[in-house]
């Protein structure tokens, strides 16, 4: 009894172990989170337990015992062996999603990248960085300087989700691993502490600085050709030709309608997979349909006293977030004859979608931006409970 309760043990603490942090089935809809830091981080006395309760009663069977059952522990022990290896060096997230050892950026004026592609950019001070979604996505992170500022560039495919953190924690500028993910949401392990950080937020959420949130650097996510247009000096990233094979299985990423199901669009509004924008302002937060914004191009709303112009370009992928309060002047917008213009009523001034005004009383003012992201809408909503709908 002791001999099977051993080995049910060991099999069951390797399986576990992975099993929680990763996207096998009903591992993600649970609150099992700590448990599953639990077990990661004792993992090694709970092997040493499953060894003692095996090692008395496995004298026995090997020594004493006949042909079939030192056939069956050997069996046994085999599979356990093999269960180790896929549990501990195939599954892990780190192990499936590997890091680019050498980042390469190119000119924007040299770059040859398909220009309808996703891009999350940056800017900092004078210099801008663009990161292709397709590269980012398999690697989940590319750890970066702009302009003298550490930055932690993150996506998670699974839920859609593009963030950037400053990755200084107590001063130093951190290491993170790829661990797994929660609730659909992939989390980074710091290499100091090895606490547990979600993407969707920046928080820590298991460990020993739980609680503890890093610092998010705007950003914004458009097609590469209009992030080209708006920062033609900018650096691009190329991708790392050792993954290629990987980059391969998400060419059809941006538009939706890659093969996985885990990251597939869902076409229909307010789906597990729809699209949404999500804008969160202090402690309030909304998400806007996205089906909504390609048929009416222009959003407008007011979300904690902060009024809101959510625009989509012509080329259905560029989205901007904007606040429409300039010079003390709440602006109401409408769509302009002129093709891919906007115009307020109170001036008739004419803008771009990205809230730079062209002509009219207007002319050369910028709307601020907003953070905005482009996610499913059940990694806003897990993210961001108490969201409302537009």
């Given amino acids: 009894l002791w001999l099977v309760l051993g080995l049910v043990w060991l099999i069951a603490i390797e399986i576990a172990k992975v099993y929680f942090i990763m996207p096998f089935p009903g591992s993600q809809q649970n609150d099992t989170l700590q448990l599953a830091y639990f077990i990661h981080r004792n993992i090694w006395w709970l092997r040493i337990l499953g060894l003692l309760l095996i090692a008395g009663p496995g004298f026995h069977p090997l020594s004493k015992g006949k042909t079939w059952q030192k056939t069956l522990l050997v069996i046994t022990l085999c599979l356990y062996a093999?269960?180790?290896?896929?549990?501990?060096?195939?599954?892990?997230?780190?192990?499936?999603?590997?890091q680019s050892q050498h980042h390469f950026f190119i000119s924007a004026q040299n770059d040859t990248t398909d220009q309808a592609k996703l891009v999350i950019g940056v800017v900092i001070g004078n210099q801008a960085k663009a990161y292709p979604v397709q590269w980012i996505g398999y690697h989940h992170q590319v750890r970066d300087t702009l302009n003298g500022q550490p930055v932690l560039v993150t996506y998670c495919t699974v839920c859609?989700?593009?963030?950037v953190y400053d990755p200084t924690i107590n001063g130093k500028a951190e290491q993170f691993r790829l661990v797994g993910m929660d609730h659909f949401n992939a989390m980074f392990e710091d290499a100091s502490t090895k606490s547990w950080w979600q993407q969707?937020?920046?928080?820590?959420?298991?460990?020993?600085?739980?609680?503890?949130?890093?610092?998010?650097?705007?950003?914004v996510q458009m097609r590469l050709g209009e992030w080209k247009n708006k920062y033609p000096q900018s650096l691009i990233l190329q991708p790392?030709?050792?993954?290629?094979?990987?980059?391969?299985?998400?060419?059809?990423y941006d538009d939706g309608t890659v093969k996985s199901k885990l990251e597939k669009r869902d076409s229909a509004s307010?789906?597990?997979?729809?699209?949404?924008?999500?804008?969160?302002?202090?402690?309030?937060?909304?998400?806007?349909?996205?089906?909504?914004?390609?048929?009416?191009?222009?959003?407008?709303?007011?979300?904690?006293?902060?009024?809101l112009l959510l625009t989509l370009s012509d080329d259905g992928k560029t989205f901007y977030a904007c606040n429409r309060k300039i010079d003390h002047q709440v602006l109401q917008f409408r769509m302009s004859e002129e093709g891919g213009m906007i115009e307020d009523i109170q001036t008739h001034s004419k803008w771009k979608r990205s809230g730079y005004c062209m002509e009219g009383p207007l002319s050369g003012k910028q709307l601020a931006s907003v953070q905005a992201y482009q996610e499913f809408w059940h990694s806003w909503k897990q993210f961001h409970p108490n969201t409302d709908k537009y």
């Fill in 82 to 98: 093999f269960i180790f290896y896929l549990f501990n060096y195939r599954f892990l997230a780190d192990k499936i999603f590997k």
């Fill in 160 to 163: 859609r989700t593009g963030r």
């Fill in 240 to 252: 790392d030709t050792v993954y290629n094979r990987q980059y391969a299985e998400l060419k059809n």
């Fill in 270 to 307: 307010w789906a597990f997979k729809s699209w949404v924008i999500g804008i969160r302002q202090k402690d309030k937060s909304r998400a806007y349909d996205w089906n909504q914004l390609c048929t009416q191009k222009l959003l407008m709303d007011s979300l904690n006293g902060v009024p």
């Fill in 200 to 219: 969707a937020t920046g928080t820590s959420v298991a460990g020993e600085l739980k609680g503890k949130q890093l610092t998010e650097i705007p950003s």
